[in-house]
């Protein structure tokens, strides 16, 4: 069995200086406003996503009746702040928004990264290395209470802040992001090459 990647010297220091967190529940329609609003929007320096289904969701992120804009504009406005993006996903956005997802790492210095691993279920959204949510959630409108209350998933997560969790889970991305699971991978015919970023 393979040990656990290292975390980055960043990863580490955060997680050295933080207090032992406690873990709060995150139901249903709740995902929207602490994952979203108050967590992958506020990204600062890092936003690493495991996710098996991701849709170009809209957000509604401005005052009350302001234009919701889809997560992918999220995700190149926090690219332009200078905000490292991860996303680990289990199968290929769809063409409109994987075309942006690729512009957006072109002209922002590779600021946003998208790697498949077929076999990847676990659902985990990580803040600055310092909060990270983990859950049933998938990085959908459905998923992630954009959608009104008829046609959201009903989904439970914890969101913690609580060092070690964060850390294990890091660990465990990282493992899956370097590619050290696939070995004999039965799924590798499935994935372009391990762990490529999906072609066009």
């Not at 220091?13 to 406690?22: I, K």
């Not at 406003?33 to 967590?39: E, K, L, M, N």
């Not at 676990?122 to 998923?143: F, P």
């Not at 493992?175 to 004999?184: A, N, T, V, Y």
Request: proline residues 6%; glycine residues 8%.
């Amino acid at each position: 069995m393979p040990t656990a990647t290292p975390l980055t010297q960043y990863e580490l220091e955060v997680l050295e200086t933080r207090p032992a967190g406690t873990c709060e529940l995150i139901a249903n329609q709740e995902h929207f406003t602490r994952v979203v609003r108050d967590g992958i929007a506020k990204a600062q320096i890092s936003l690493d996503i495991m996710t098996a289904d991701f849709k170009a969701m809209l957000v509604p992120l401005g005052r009350k009746g302001a234009k919701a804009r889809s997560v992918v504009e999220l995700f190149r406005s926090l690219a332009r702040k200078g905000v490292e993006l991860r996303i680990l996903h289990a199968g290929t956005p769809s063409g409109p928004a994987l075309v942006e997802l690729k512009k957006i790492s072109a002209e922002e210095d590779c600021r946003l990264t998208i790697r498949r691993c077929p076999r990847l279920h676990a659902k985990a959204v990580v803040i600055d290395a310092r909060a990270m949510y983990l859950g049933s959630a998938n990085l959908t409108g459905a998923g992630l209470g954009a959608k009104g209350a008829e046609k959201r998933n009903f989904e439970l997560g914890v969101w913690t802040e609580t060092p070690s969790l964060i850390e294990a889970v890091m660990g465990e991305f990282n493992m899956l992001w370097e590619g050290r699971r696939c070995g004999k991978d039965r799924r590798k015919d499935v994935c372009p090459v391990p762990l490529e970023e999906p072609q066009l």
